[in-house]
């Protein structure tokens, strides 16, 4: 730490984000949540010399034409619709700028990890509300909240859905209060709420191309919300980084949301792969949360969840462990090809085998 840092950030703990090996060939990635097929075929295509060329102008500050698509792709108007670099910058903004009275945020304390970090950054009090016994989300936690309220939905690393109603009863109850609703995994079979805007001016709404459109890379985040709401994100916009997205990425997030067809194709083989894979964990004896995302939550009886973690890295598998209070037992999966599953299924029957040759007391505790 040089002298020069400011006394507010000494104290600041980081973001962790999941391990980006340089050397991927013979490597099983499973531990981002990163789609395992490439963007839609349109990407492919922008490309070329020409828009190399084109990189010495700068790119539209408003990404109009992108605005377009997802407008079109949800039947909204653009002035509902903010982009940015990466979902991950829209919530950067929201915890900057939408802190309510108290420069309060209430959201589940198991979920996205970097929302206590934006919280520490942007000096607002972090509200971490507990997860019910089954790791659901209890609407009635959040009913009259003093702060601004942000969910995962699906909520990660559990995977498991809130309902529409359940996520209506907290906007109805929080007339006066922003609630946040992180999308990011919502295309991989739970309901969006984008069709409760019509209702409701405090719900903002926000998603990324990085998971269900395989653009992790090319860093491309949308909010959808009430046009006020959306002003005033583009007004902090405007007042930080006016290009948030490159030309590149814009094209590309045209593309990716203009082909609709690959998109339905792509993440309901991916929820196909979900299915088949927790029905054969689970005869492994694994107990998975349920999962509407593009990962699961997994634990089994009998190995630690960072024992299982270790050993599949010696797979050449790797995949998420948090080794927080409540989820020590957990590892994440990414979703990958069938293929991959099933590697990863092979490796696990092996590490089970092995597992129980070495530990004594593994017969005792399967039979309890
Ligand atoms: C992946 C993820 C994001 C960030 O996505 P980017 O658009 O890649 O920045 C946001 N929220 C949650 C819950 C995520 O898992």
């Given at each position: ?76 108007d653009k002035s509902m619709i903010?982009?940015?670099?990466g979902s991950d910058e829209i ?278």
């Amino acid at each position: 730490m040089s002298r020069f840092l400011d006394e507010r950030y000494k104290e600041l703990e980081p973001y962790t984000p999941g391990e980006q090996p340089k050397n991927l060939k013979r490597l099983i990635k499973l531990n981002t949540n990163e789609n395992p097929y490439p963007p839609a075929p349109g990407v492919l295509k922008i490309i070329s010399r020409e828009e190399a060329e084109g990189l010495r102008l700068y790119s539209d500050p408003e990404a109009a034409e992108l605005a377009e698509a997802i407008g079109d792709f949800y039947g909204i108007d653009k002035s509902m619709i903010m982009t940015g670099n990466g979902s991950d910058e829209i919530l950067a903004f929201i915890f900057m700028i939408f802190q309510g009275k108290n420069r309060r945020f209430y959201f589940p304390e198991i979920s996205y990890s970097f929302y206590p970090v934006y919280c520490d950054v942007f000096g607002a009090e972090a509200v971490k509300v507990p997860l019910a016994s089954d790791f659901s989300v209890n609407p009635r936690d959040y009913e009259r909240a003093d702060g601004t309220i942000v969910i995962t939905n699906p909520n990660a690393p559990t995977g498991m859905a809130m309902s529409l109603k359940d996520i209506e009863r907290i906007l109805k109850s929080n007339r006066e209060n922003l609630v946040v609703i992180d999308e990011a995994y919502v295309d991989f079979g739970a309901e969006s709420c984008v069709k409760l805007l019509k209702g409701y001016d405090n719900l903002l709404v926000v998603q990324t191309f990085s998971k269900s459109r395989s653009l992790a890379g090319a860093r491309i985040g949308f909010a959808l919300g009430h046009e006020e709401v959306i002003a005033d994100l583009n007004r902090i916009k405007f007042s930080f980084n006016p290009y948030n997205l490159n030309r590149l990425s814009i094209k590309a997030g045209v593309e990716a949301m203009r082909d609709r067809e690959y998109f339905e194709q792509m993440t309901g083989r991916i929820i196909r792969t979900r299915e088949k894979f927790v029905s054969e964990m689970e005869k492994m004896g694994f107990i998975l949360l349920p999962s509407k995302a593009n990962f699961v939550f997994a634990r089994h009886e009998s190995i630690p969840g960072e024992e299982y973690f270790t050993k599949l890295r010696k797979y050449n598998i790797i995949v998420r462990y948090f080794g927080k209070p409540r989820i020590r037992d957990f590892v994440r999966i990414t979703i990958g090809t069938d293929n991959e599953m099933e590697e990863l299924l092979t490796a696990t029957q092996e590490i089970l085998k092995e597992y129980r040759q070495e530990d004594p007391q593994y017969e005792k505790k399967e039979n309890t």
